[in-house]
């Protein structure tokens, strides 16, 4: 069964890696246990399942293991360098995305505290126009009555329009900074965004430059 009766189990590696049965396919090429290849295999698959090597390089080591240009030293080398480049991009990143979270946090509460305050000001806005009507009600009941005590409700009346026109200028400024504030956190979001993409593809590269470590 199989290539060059080498049995049924290895046809799918060959196909993978060579495409053929030939005198320069995947067997004639190998030169050391079938047993020491099988473990150097499912080494490189669970790397590559872990995300510690990617897939360029992980279809490299398979095909440098079919030639026989790999050991299972190599592969414990190339896990060590790994790892060491994964902890220190994750911890390089944590820090750098921290300032970012932190400032994003910062922003947050700044929103929530000036939505609660534009709150409190509708209400009390809302309470000076109750007023206001209330007293221009009053002052036209007044005005044949009592002159002098409508030109008060008159007077009443004014300061409180003014008073609403202060504190609606306020909430005009709380919806701007509000604004303001939302447009900023989606240039913290894309700075994060652009910030893990960077890092990940600077993993990524680095891990490719691995492979030289096996010819060494």
């Known amino acids: 069964m199989g290539c060059g009766g080498r049995g049924f189990y290895r046809f799918f590696d060959l196909i993978d890696d060579f495409g053929c049965c030939g005198n320069k396919g995947f067997y004639h090429e190998r030169h050391y246990e079938y047993d020491k290849y099988d473990e150097m295999i499912t080494v ?3 790397l590559y399942a872990e995300g510690k090597i990617d897939t360029e ?3 490299r080591l398979r095909k ?7 050991t299972m030293d190599d592969l414990m080398r190339i896990e060590i360098n790994s790892q060491k480049k994964l902890n220190r991009e994750y911890n390089d990143m944590d820090h750098e995305l921290k300032k970012y979270y932190d400032k ?5 509460k700044a929103i929530e ?11 009390e806005i809302e309470n000076l126009k109750r007023k206001s009507e209330s007293l221009e009600k009053v ?10 005590s409508t030109k ?3 007077k009443g009346k004014i300061e409180i329009e003014s008073k609403i026109s202060t504190l609606e200028k306020r909430k005009q400024d709380l919806d701007k900074d509000i604004s303001d504030m939302d447009e900023l956190k989606n240039e913290l979001n894309l700075k994060i965004l652009e910030l893990k993409s960077l890092k990940q593809r600077e993993r990524l590269n680095d891990l490719k430059f691995d492979i030289k470590d096996i010819n060494k």
């Open 139 to 148: 002052a036209e009941t007044m005005i044949s009555v009592d002159e002098a």
């Open 152 to 154: 008060d409700y008159i």
């Open 57 to 59: 390089y992980y279809q």
């Open 64 to 70: 440098e293991a079919a030639i026989g240009n790999l």
């Open 113 to 123: 505290e000036s939505e609660k305050i534009k709150n409190d000001l509708l209400s």
């Open 44 to 46: 490189i698959d669970r």
């Open 104 to 108: 994003l946090n910062q922003i947050d």
